[in-house]
C-alpha cells in the first residue's frame, strides 16, 4: 500500500504558502471557498492513488492527532 | 390514431375458472403484466411451467414510463424472444452534453465496446416493450404453451398457506377465487399484494419529485441525451432531455420534494417551463405529463412463503441509470430458473431464498449507486454544492474532473460475489467472468457466445476436454465446446480465459457464473451443480 508522505515535502515551504495566499487574494469568502474546492479536485487528480487519497482524507480531519 | 396505451391488448374474457364450484389451482400466478410481470410469465411458459398473468388493467402502461433499457435487459429479451424487435424499434445514441447554469460544459462520445450482440442500452417507451412482450405471450399461446394474461382481474385479497397461495379475484363479472402453487407480485411499486400481506419497505433514503413530459415535436433536435445541472429554467434543479421513437421526446425536470403536484402538472403550468427550456418557437405537443415521486428503499427479503416480489414492488430507486424497470427484469431472469427446478422437484425450496439474497444484493447496489448520482444532482449541504460546482466549473476546462460528474451511471448487471450458490474461484481468469458474474457476450465468427447459454445449466470449455453432458441429482448440464480459435477478435480470450491457457465454466440458466476452473474435473463440477442449485 502505498504511504501519504507527512514529513516535509514541499520544495520550498515559504514560497508555496505566499503563493497559496496570492492566489486567494481580493477574492470574496465564496470565491475563495470554490477555489480551494477546485485546489483539491487538481491535487487529487494528481495524487490519483486510492490508498494515498483515504489517509489524506483521514489525515485531513485530524482525527489521530 | 390511437397510441398503442389507449388500445386494450388483452381485454376481458371470462374464465372458466369463473364457473367452477372450488378454486381451480395453477402452478404459477403473476400479478401485473407489466415488463416484469410479462418477462417473468414468458419465462416460465418458454420452459414449460403453466402461468397465468393476472392485471387489473387491459392495455399496456398508459404514457411513457421506464425508457432506457440496458445491454443486459436486451440480452434477457432475446432469450425470452423479443430483444431483436426491442432494438430496432428503439433510439440507440452516442452523444452525451452536459450543461451547467447557461453553458455547455462538455460533450461526451460514449464509444461502446465492440464485441456484443447488443448495444450498451436504447431508448424505448415502456408502451413499446410492453407490447413486444404481449406480441411474444400470443405468439407462445399459438404454439400451445400454457400462458394466458387475464385483463381486468383485480386481486382483492391474498391468503398465504404453507404449500399454496389462494386468492379473491374481481372481475367485471363478479369476483371469484383462484389458487396457485407460487405467486410472484410485480404489481409496482404501490403493490397491493405487499400491502395485503402486511409487509412494508425498509428504510427510505431520498424522496424526490420529477416531472415527467413526453412531448412529440419536429425540431431538429440531434439524437443526444442532454443534461443540466442548475440550468436558468429550472434553478437548483436538474434536466434531462432525452429522444425516443416516433419524435417523442422525453423531458424531466427535477421540482424537488416540497411542492403542489397538483398544481405542477396542470397544463397552464407546464408548458411555459417547457418553452424556457426548448426555446419560444419550437412547436410541441405534450403526449404525456406526470409527477413522478420516488423513493429508494427496499423490501427485507423478497420471498415470504409461498410469495415472491419481483421489481418495483419489491425495490424502489432514483431515476438516475435506469435501474427499475431493468433491474426488474434481472429479478425475473433470476427467478424463473429456480422456480423451475423446484416446480419439478429437482431443487429444493431454499433455493428460492437465494433469488432474495441475490437479488437483495443487487437492490442494494442499484440504491447506492443511484443514491451516489442524487447527491451529485441535488447536493445536499452547502460544501456539498461547492464541490460538486466545482467538479462542474474544472470539467468545462479539463478532462481529468469529468468522471466525476455524475448525472446517473450506466446499469449494469450486479455480481453475486459471496453468493452461496457460487463455487471457489479456481481459474487464474479474468476479474470480469469470476463465479457471481453476469456472462458477457462475445463474438463467435457471425454468431454470438450468449444465445448458445440461453435458459439452461452450460459447461462452456473452451479449449479443454469434458463430457458432452452431465446429470447432477436431476440437473442437466450441457456442454458448449468452444476454442479461443473460434473467435479471431479475441474477445473470448481475453473475457473468459485471460491468460489462462485453457477454461471450463458452469453457466447458470441466467448467465451467471457459478463456478470455473482451467480443466474439467468431474467431482468438482458435480459439487458446483449442487452448490448452485441449493443442495449444499
Known amino acids: 500500500m502505498a504511504d501519504l508522505i507527512l514529513t516535509p515535502n514541499i520544495d520550498d515551504a515559504d514560497d508555496f504558502f505566499a503563493d497559496l495566499l496570492a492566489t486567494h487574494e481580493g477574492l470574496e469568502k465564496g470565491e475563495s471557498d470554490a477555489l480551494n474546492a477546485r485546489l483539491v479536485l487538481v491535487l487529487a487528480n494528481h495524487i490519483g492513488n486510492s490508498d494515498v487519497l483515504k489517509q489524506a482524507l483521514h489525515t485531513a480531519a485530524l482525527k489521530d492527532a | 390514431m390511437n397510441k398503442i396505451f389507449e388500445v386494450p391488448l388483452y381485454a376481458y374474457e371470462r374464465s372458466p375458472d369463473q364457473d367452477t364450484a372450488t378454486p381451480v389451482r395453477h402452478k404459477?400466478?403473476?400479478?401485473?403484466?407489466?415488463?416484469?410481470?410479462?418477462?417473468?410469465?414468458?419465462?416460465?411458459?418458454?420452459?414449460?411451467?403453466?402461468?397465468?398473468?393476472?392485471?387489473?388493467?387491459?392495455?399496456?402502461?398508459?404514457?411513457?414510463?421506464?425508457?432506457?433499457?440496458?445491454?443486459?435487459?436486451?440480452?434477457?429479451?432475446?432469450?425470452?424472444?423479443?430483444?431483436?424487435?426491442?432494438?430496432?424499434?428503439?433510439?440507440?445514441?452516442?452523444?452525451?452534453?452536459?450543461?451547467?447554469?447557461?453553458?455547455?460544459?462538455?460533450?461526451?462520445?460514449?464509444?461502446?465496446?465492440?464485441?456484443?450482440?447488443?448495444?450498451?442500452?436504447?431508448?424505448?417507451?415502456?408502451?413499446?416493450?410492453?407490447?413486444?412482450?404481449?406480441?411474444?405471450?400470443?405468439?407462445?399461446?399459438?404454439?400451445?404453451?400454457?400462458?394466458?394474461?387475464?385483463?381486468?382481474?383485480?386481486?382483492?385479497?391474498?391468503?398465504?398457506?404453507?404449500?399454496?397461495?389462494?386468492?379473491?379475484?374481481?372481475?367485471?363479472?363478479?369476483?371469484?377465487?383462484?389458487?396457485?402453487?407460487?405467486?410472484?407480485?410485480?404489481?409496482?411499486?404501490?403493490?397491493?399484494?405487499?400491502?395485503?400481506?402486511?409487509?412494508?419497505?425498509?428504510?427510505?433514503?431520498?424522496?424526490?419529485?420529477?416531472?415527467?413530459?413526453?412531448?412529440?415535436?419536429?425540431?431538429?433536435?440531434?439524437?443526444?441525451?442532454?443534461?443540466?445541472?442548475?440550468?436558468?429554467?429550472?434553478?437548483?434543479?436538474?434536466?434531462?432531455?432525452?429522444?425516443?421513437?416516433?419524435?417523442?421526446?422525453?423531458?424531466?425536470?427535477?421540482?424537488?420534494?416540497?411542492?403542489?403536484?397538483?398544481?405542477?402538472?396542470?397544463?397552464?403550468?407546464?408548458?411555459?417551463?417547457?418553452?424556457?427550456?426548448?426555446?419560444?418557437?419550437?412547436?410541441f405537443d405534450l403526449e404525456w405529463v406526470s409527477i413522478y415521486t420516488f423513493q429508494c428503499r427496499r423490501m427485507e427479503r423478497f420471498r415470504h412463503g409461498r410469495v415472491l416480489f419481483a421489481g418495483d414492488s419489491a425495490h424502489q430507486v432514483s431515476p438516475f441509470g435506469a435501474r427499475g424497470a431493468n433491474s426488474g427484469v434481472q429479478d425475473a431472469d433470476n427467478l424463473c430458473w429456480k422456480l423451475k427446478l423446484v416446480l419439478e422437484g429437482k431443487a429444493p425450496e431454499i433455493l428460492l431464498d437465494s433469488y432474495s439474497r441475490e437479488r437483495v444484493q443487487a437492490a442494494d447496489e442499484n440504491i447506492a449507486r443511484s443514491t451516489s448520482s442524487t447527491e451529485f444532482i441535488t447536493p445536499k449541504s452547502e460544501m456539498s454544492r461547492l464541490l460538486r460546482d466545482a467538479v462542474l466549473d474544472l470539467s468545462e476546462h479539463y478532462e481529468f474532473a469529468r468522471p466525476l460528474v455524475n448525472s446517473g451511471r450506466l446499469s449494469v448487471p450486479c455480481t453475486y460475489h459471496d453468493s452461496s450458490l457460487n463455487s471457489a474461484d479456481a481459474l487464474d481468469g479474468p476479474d470480469m467472468t469470476r463465479p457471481g458474474s453476469a456472462c458477457p457476450d462475445a463474438p463467435l465468427g457471425d454468431a454470438f457466445l450468449l444465445p448458445k447459454l440461453a435458459g439452461k445449466f452450460t459447461l462452456l470449455t473452451i479449449d479443454a476436454d469434458a463430457p458432452d453432458s452431465i446429470e447432477e441429482d436431476g440437473v442437466e448440464v450441457t456442454r458448449l465446446a468452444l476454442s479461443v480459435k473460434d473467435d479471431l477478435t479475441l474477445e473470448l480470450k481475453r473475457r473468459y480465459l485471460g491468460k489462462a491457457r485453457s477454461g471450463v465454466y458452469l453457466i447458470r440458466p441466467d448467465q451467471h457464473v457459478a463456478a470455473r476452473r482451467d480443466t474439467y474435473e468431474e467431482n468438482a463440477f458435480r459439487q458446483a451443480i449442487r452448490r448452485a442449485t441449493g443442495k449444499e
Not at chain 2, 447554469?101 to 448495444?119: C, H, I, M, S, W
Not at chain 2, 405487499?194 to 431520498?206: A, S, T, Y
Not at chain 2, 417523442?248 to 397552464?268: A, C, F, H, S, T
Open chain 2, 28 to 283: 404459477v400466478i403473476v400479478i401485473g403484466a407489466g415488463p416484469i410481470g410479462l418477462a417473468a410469465a414468458i419465462d416460465l411458459a418458454q420452459q414449460g411451467i403453466q402461468v397465468v398473468v393476472l392485471d387489473d388493467n387491459d392495455k399496456v402502461s398508459f404514457g411513457s414510463r421506464a425508457i432506457c433499457f440496458s445491454q443486459r435487459t436486451l440480452d434477457i429479451a432475446d432469450r425470452l424472444g423479443g430483444g431483436r424487435q426491442m432494438v430496432d424499434t428503439g433510439v440507440q445514441w452516442n452523444t452525451g452534453k452536459v450543461f451547467f447554469d447557461d453553458r455547455k460544459v462538455y460533450e461526451f462520445n460514449l464509444q461502446p465496446e465492440t464485441g456484443y450482440a447488443n448495444p450498451a442500452f436504447i431508448n424505448l417507451q415502456q408502451y413499446y416493450f410492453e407490447q413486444i412482450l404481449v406480441d411474444r405471450v400470443h405468439e407462445l399461446q399459438d404454439q400451445g404453451a400454457s400462458i394466458e394474461i387475464r385483463g381486468r382481474n383485480k386481486v382483492a385479497a391474498v391468503g398465504t398457506h404453507d404449500d399454496f397461495v389462494k386468492l379473491e379475484v374481481e372481475t367485471p363479472e363478479g369476483p371469484y377465487n383462484i389458487e396457485a402453487d407460487w405467486l410472484i407480485a410485480c404489481d409496482g411499486a404501490q403493490s397491493p399484494t405487499r400491502r395485503m400481506l402486511g409487509l412494508d419497505f425498509e428504510g427510505r433514503v431520498f424522496e424526490d419529485n420529477f416531472l415527467i413530459a413526453d412531448v412529440v415535436m419536429e425540431a431538429d433536435f440531434p439524437t443526444e441525451r442532454w443534461f443540466w445541472f442548475d440550468p436558468p429554467f429550472n434553478r437548483g434543479q436538474s434536466a434531462l432531455l432525452h429522444k425516443q421513437p416516433d419524435n417523442v421526446w422525453r423531458i424531466d425536470l427535477q421540482l424537488g420534494w416540497d411542492i403542489d403536484k397538483d398544481y405542477e402538472k396542470q397544463p397552464e403550468n407546464v408548458i411555459p417551463r417547457l418553452k424556457a427550456m426548448l426555446g419560444e418557437d419550437v412547436a
